[in-house]
Nanobody, 126 residues
């Protein structure tokens, strides 16, 4: 079973930037439908961004469009999320997630994912 190993996250002031990375230990990023999910305090998990393997087509939640960038690096076997212009409402635990099979042609919701990273805290202060 694949293990998703995350890194990055932390605390930043509003307007700042952070970068999250995820490596599927023992497997290839190209073997899965992958994305980032977040869970704000007291709220349900929500899809942030996902990427269609092969084409690299990204999909984003409306709340992060124009600020976040998801990317797959096959050479480094890494999924990344570059987060710019961060806002206090972006504060959440962020999870790297993956599933096999037919990838959705759009933003994959949290319920789509079978494999999850341990989560990393992102805190944005005003």
């Amino acid at each position: 079973q694949v293990q998703l190993v995350e890194s990055g996250g932390g605390s930043v002031q509003a307007g700042g930037s952070l970068r999250l990375s995820c490596v599927p230990s023992g497997d290839s990023v190209g073997s899965y439908c992958m994305g980032w999910i977040r869970q704000p305090p007291g709220k349900d998990r929500e899809g942030v961004a996902s990427v269609y393997p092969g084409t690299g087509t990204p999909y984003y939640a409306d709340s992060v469009k124009g600020r976040f960038t998801i990317s797959q690096d096959y050479a480094r076997n890494t999924l990344s999320l570059e987060m710019n212009s961060l806002r206090p409402e972006d504060t959440a635990i962020y999870y790297c997630a993956a599933y096999r099979g037919v990838c959705l042609n759009g933003l994959s919701p949290a319920a789509s994912y079978k494999y999850w990273g341990q989560g990393t805290q992102v805190t944005v202060s005003s």
